[in-house]
């Protein structure tokens, strides 16, 4: 089934070959092999999940089942059966690092040799902390879909056999022509072909992909006999985004959740990835609001990390690192400063005091934060 994050959830029909070609992809790009200890922290029902759990079935290693993620369990499991692989979501990452630090633990268990994260790019600050967390693993990131069996582009992000971040969202973009936009999710595993539709004056378009790795059809929605083979077919993924002249898939953002504001296109993803760049917020929600004059306002929710704080002043002067102190303006400014277009800055801040919803498996339910600031009238400074 899909995640559903911005509809009814739908039933995907996969084949055992789709499953069949995407682990071996997995064994080849992860290195997964039966010497590895594989703890199973995303769910089975969840396409990674089970996913991983056949890579690792054929590749002969071992696995470790938890009947639900939690950071304690997961930590305790770790230690005592010498974990080498996992797989997590950026919110599992977190909660796993939150409760390192909550123990004083400055480093994790030197057996964890792969951690591969999915469901959502990984920010600056949190892989610093999962390899100061896990030094000897090699940290990939995948992005994919249930539709595609899984992942479609894999990025190393760290590699303690070279000793340094190898690619992370815009870490290479000073090497090409035009700064790209969005964040760099990888290149494509050796038997998926991805593609860019749309217009010729612009590069930006939506992400298309086809190969074995594609699903069957939808529960209720089975092809017919007359329909073209799956190999033959393209698969609109609802994403936007481009390839630079390296390869490289960067991810703008998705269609369905894209905000319209005075006539410009604006990707919540581009504007969340610039916000969590700031070294007081732990998380960050971007959204459109209706209104009058530019049709939707980009407005942003925000999390603040432990010992800033929020102020109503509209003061343009500098803020001291020391203060730890926290406005629209601030906020603004910084992104001016991050080179982020004018239309795309958020005209207003929320701030969040409880963790922004989540599905199951970690996925952000952007829909439930709309509707619950659909209820709220005033907006700057809000307190939700």
Same mark, same amino acid.
Request: charged letters at 20%; one cysteine or more; glycine letters at 8%.
């Given at each position: *089934?899909?995640?559903?994050?911005?509809?009814?959830?739908?039933?995907?029909?996969?084949? /055992?070959?789709?499953?069949?070609?995407?682990?071996?992809?997995? %064994?080849?790009?992860?290195? @997964?092999?039966?010497?590895?200890?594989?703890?199973?922290?995303?769910?089975?029902?969840?396409?990674?999940?089970?996913?991983?759990?056949?890579?690792?079935?054929?590749?002969?290693?071992?696995?470790?089942?938890? +009947?639900?993620?939690?950071?304690?369990?997961?930590?305790?499991?770790?230690?005592?059966?010498?974990?080498?692989?996992?797989?997590?979501? +950026?919110?599992?990452?977190?909660?796993?690092?939150?409760?390192?630090?909550?123990?004083?633990?400055?480093?994790?268990?030197?057996?964890?040799?792969?951690?591969?994260?999915?469901?959502?790019?990984?920010?600056?600050?949190?892989?610093?902390?999962?390899?100061?967390?896990?030094?000897?693993?090699?940290?990939?990131?995948? @992005?994919?879909?249930?539709?595609?069996?899984?992942?479609?582009?894999?990025?190393?992000?760290?590699?303690?056999?070279?000793?340094?971040?190898?690619?992370?969202?815009?870490?290479?973009?000073?090497?090409?022509?035009?700064? +790209?936009?969005?964040?760099?999710?990888?290149?494509?595993?050796?038997?998926?072909?991805?593609?860019?539709?749309?217009?010729?004056?612009?590069?930006?378009?939506?992400?298309?992909?086809?190969?074995?790795?594609? *699903?069957?059809? @939808?529960?209720?929605?089975?092809?017919?006999?007359?329909?073209?083979?799956?190999?033959?077919?393209?698969?609109?993924?609802?994403?936007?985004?481009?390839?630079?002249?390296?390869?490289?898939?960067?991810?703008?953002?998705?269609?369905?959740?894209?905000?319209?504001?005075?006539?410009?296109?604006?990707?919540?993803?581009?504007?969340?990835?610039?916000?969590?760049?700031?070294?007081? %917020?732990?998380?960050?929600?971007?959204?459109?609001?209706?209104?009058?004059?530019?049709?939707? *306002?980009?407005?942003?929710?925000?999390?603040?990390?432990?010992?800033?704080?929020?102020?109503?002043?509209?003061?343009?002067?500098?803020?001291?690192?020391?203060? /730890?102190?926290?406005?629209?303006?601030?906020?603004?400014?910084?992104?001016?400063?991050?080179?982020?277009?004018?239309?795309?800055?958020?005209?207003?801040?929320?701030?969040?005091?409880?963790?922004?919803?989540?599905?199951?498996?970690?996925?952000?339910?952007?829909?439930?934060?709309?509707?619950?600031?659909?209820?709220?009238?005033?907006?700057?400074?809000?307190?939700?």
């Amino acid at each position: *089934m899909t995640i559903g994050t911005t509809g009814r959830p739908k039933g995907v029909t996969l084949s /055992h070959s789709a499953l069949v070609v995407q682990s071996l992809a997995k %064994i080849a790009i992860v290195g @997964y092999g039966e010497d590895d200890v594989y703890l199973h922290t995303a769910p089975l029902c969840h396409i990674g999940g089970i996913s991983s759990a056949l890579a690792m079935l054929m590749a002969g290693g071992r696995h470790i089942l938890l +009947p639900k993620f939690e950071a304690k369990l997961a930590v305790e499991s770790i230690d005592q059966h010498s974990v080498t692989s996992l797989i997590t979501v +950026p919110a599992m990452m977190t909660d796993l690092i939150s409760f390192y630090k909550t123990k004083h633990i400055s480093v994790g268990s030197k057996s964890v040799k792969k951690v591969l994260n999915g469901a959502g790019g990984l920010s600056s600050s949190l892989i610093k902390n999962v390899i100061e967390i896990f030094p000897r693993a090699k940290l990939l990131s995948a @992005y994919g879909m249930t539709e595609a069996c899984s992942s479609l582009t894999f990025m190393t992000l760290y590699d303690p056999a070279r000793e340094s971040c190898i690619q992370h969202s815009y870490a290479n973009s000073s090497n090409l022509a035009h700064k +790209p936009d969005g964040i760099c999710v990888g290149k494509p595993a050796p038997h998926i072909e991805i593609r860019i539709a749309g217009d010729d004056s612009s590069c930006i378009g939506r992400i298309l992909t086809r190969g074995p790795h594609l *699903m069957l059809g @939808y529960w209720d929605q089975m092809p017919s006999n007359n329909s073209s083979p799956v190999d033959e077919c393209w698969l609109d993924t609802g994403d936007i985004g481009h390839i630079d002249d390296c390869g490289n898939i960067w991810l703008v953002g998705r269609l369905k959740g894209r905000i319209k504001s005075g006539g410009e296109n604006v990707y919540p993803e581009e504007v969340e990835a610039v916000l969590l760049q700031h070294p007081g %917020i732990s998380a960050s929600v971007v959204i459109g609001l209706p209104d009058s004059r530019l049709t939707e *306002m980009v407005v942003a929710c925000i999390r603040m990390k432990d010992n800033w704080q929020w102020t109503d002043s509209s003061s343009n002067h500098p803020v001291n690192k020391n203060e /730890h102190c926290l406005s629209s303006t601030v906020l603004q400014n910084f992104c001016r400063a991050k080179d982020l277009t004018g239309f795309k800055i958020p005209k207003k801040f929320v701030v969040w005091k409880n963790q922004f919803p989540m599905t199951t498996t970690g996925k952000l339910r952007r829909d439930q934060v709309r509707a619950e600031l659909m209820s709220f009238r005033q907006l700057a400074p809000s307190r939700l």
